[in-house]
């Protein structure tokens, strides 16, 4: 039953494996964390801002006094600087281009990756077939050299030197093997489900397709990912220079409009009480109190035995009432800055440093990236005419009509045959690595200009430097 699940599974994973074609393998790169990473930074900073009017609002409350009958309720409105809201803008416009020149770098780095350890698959591959073809020949010349064994032209040191180039071409062999293995392993990394590779050499563009991208330079320009970076990175520092700076232009401290509210019910004051405060309405309970108070003799069961000093007063906690108009119970609150007063000199010094140091920095990038792009450009075209050269040697001597020469002048000496094979394949093995030099210089083009960072396209090798 055991044996029958087992095999189970390695049908089920057999079925689902695939090989690892260059389609897989570029695809791969949108399933990296950082590609998701960088393209959630890219939306986030994508979506439209609704940019407010003012710094804050506040509610504000004042109780004036512990008897609860006063409350002082205000809108506070700190209004922005003059030229915040601008600043503000900018700087948002500065940073959503920043995020996605950041994301079109970063799509470029993870693609990057993945071409260039393909291309190093496929390039070690080929390699590999040369230096097993190469020990092929080795072992027909020591295959001859043992056969030609005592003659006159038999020479012991030719054949100790095919020996012991044959363990080194073995050498060699293992250590292709190893690193393909090891190519293999890492491709899994991106790719874990495949079950052979299928990088096929036909999806990388030819040298003469090379020649035909770089024949006419490279411009640098603003299309770039690391210049269109850099570009917004100088203007996020420049428009958050101008937004700091903005913030001291806040002329209007705040603005705010307020209610003031009495309840009546709890409302009391000290009022002295004469007697023509007593002899009304409101006042006349505390007649007897005031009378009592102003009585110069006795004062006995209401009345007086004496007389009253009618300049007498009476101190008594009375009730107090809220006769405001509706109108007046609103009030408005303002507050200026003085700036005759207050130097904003700092402000505008500190912004004008730092938008030198951003133009600064954005132009040392660019510097950069141009110096880069020309030598790359000069290194990958002089790597092709070397190239071209020993492609030349190596096509000329597996021409037919140069061979059947080659063995009329040697007399058909198979020894003068396998140096004529040998020579050819050293000269496709010197190609080989050359191609894989002037690839590697390709594709970081490629990852400067941008052709990396194209979404619209399948094959970006093929694609080239538009």
């Keep these: 039953m055991k044996n029958v699940t087992l095999i189970s599974l390695a049908l089920s994973a057999a079925a689902i494996a695939s090989p690892l074609t260059w389609d897989r393998l570029v695809n791969s790169a949108k399933n990296d964390p950082r590609y998701d990473a960088a393209q959630k930074r890219a939306e986030a900073t994508a979506t439209e801002r609704n940019l407010k009017l003012w710094d804050k609002i506040e509610l504000r409350y004042q109780l004036d006094g512990f008897s609860f009958a006063k409350h002082d309720f205000e809108l506070r ?207 006349n309970k505390y007649m007897n109190e005031w009378k009592a108070n102003a009585c110069n003799a006795e004062f006995k069961n209401g009345d007086c035995y004496g007389t009253y000093n009618e300049n007498s007063t009476l101190r008594k906690l009375v009730p107090e009432t809220d006769d405001r108009r509706t109108a007046d119970k609103f009030f408005v609150n303002l507050a200026f800055r003085l700036p005759f007063f207050d130097s904003n000199k700092d402000a505008s010094l500190r912004e004008q440093v730092e938008t030198l140091d951003a133009e600064s920095k954005y132009l040392d990038d660019v510097r950069e990236v141009n110096q880069k792009v020309a030598r790359l450009t000069e290194e990958v075209l002089a790597l092709i005419d070397q190239w071209k050269v020993l492609k030349d040697y190596a096509e000329q001597v597996n021409a037919s009509g140069f061979m059947e020469q080659f063995a009329r002048n040697a007399g058909s000496d198979p020894l003068l045959l396998l140096r004529a094979r040998e020579s050819s394949l050293e000269s496709d093995l010197k190609a080989a690595k050359l191609e894989y030099d002037i690839y590697a210089r390709y594709l970081s083009l490629l990852d400067y200009a941008g052709g990396l960072a194209r979404q619209d396209v399948l094959n970006h090798l093929r694609e080239g430097i538009r």
């Design 77 to 283: 409105v700190t209004p922005q600087a003059f030229g915040e809201r601008a600043a503000d803008r900018a700087h948002y416009e500065a940073a959503k281009n920043y995020q996605q020149a950041s994301f079109a770098v970063e799509r470029s780095i993870l693609l990057y990756d993945r071409y260039e350890r393909g291309v190093r698959y496929v390039l070690r591959k080929k390699i590999n077939e040369i230096n097993k073809q190469l020990l092929q020949v080795n072992n027909d010349r020591i295959d001859v050299l043992h056969i030609k064994a005592g003659s006159a032209t038999f020479n012991a040191e030719d054949l100790m030197a095919s020996l012991e180039k044959n363990a080194s071409l073995k050498s060699n062999i293992l250590s292709d093997s190893t690193a393909l293995r090891d190519a293999e392993l890492k491709l899994k990394i991106w790719v874990p489900d495949f079950d052979v590779v299928d990088l096929d050499s036909n999806f990388m563009p030819t040298m003469e397709e090379l020649a035909g991208f770089l024949k006419n330079g490279v411009t640098v320009d603003e299309n770039f990912p690391l210049v269109a970076l850099a570009k917004g990175k100088r203007d996020s520092d420049i428009s958050k220079a101008k937004q700091d700076a903005s913030k001291d232009r806040n002329y209007i401290s705040h603005i705010g409009i307020g209610y003031s509210l009495q309840i009546e019910s709890l409302m009391e004051k000290y009022k002295d009480l004469d007697y023509s405060d007593v002899s009304k309405d409101k006042y």
